[in-house]
């Protein structure tokens, strides 16, 4: 899976639920602890889009 392709899923996931622990995202989406995190940091760094994020202790959640 692309980059861009998995940020809009974390991004849905997030969106859907408020609040997603990398462990889930791991799982779901099939890469690494570290590919998570990085995909959320660079998320949050762009503003996570329209919905926007924001990293936590263990995960994403939405943004304020």
Sequence with gaps: MI?????????????ERGVV???????????SHMTIRRDLQKL?????????IRRGAGGGAAGD
């Design 3 to 15: 980059p861009v392709e998995r940020h809009q899923q974390i991004l849905a996931l997030v969106a």
């Design 21 to 31: 622990s990398i462990a889930e995202l791991t799982e779901r989406l099939a890469v």
């Design 44 to 52: 949050e760094e762009q503003g996570g889009g329209d919905r926007g």
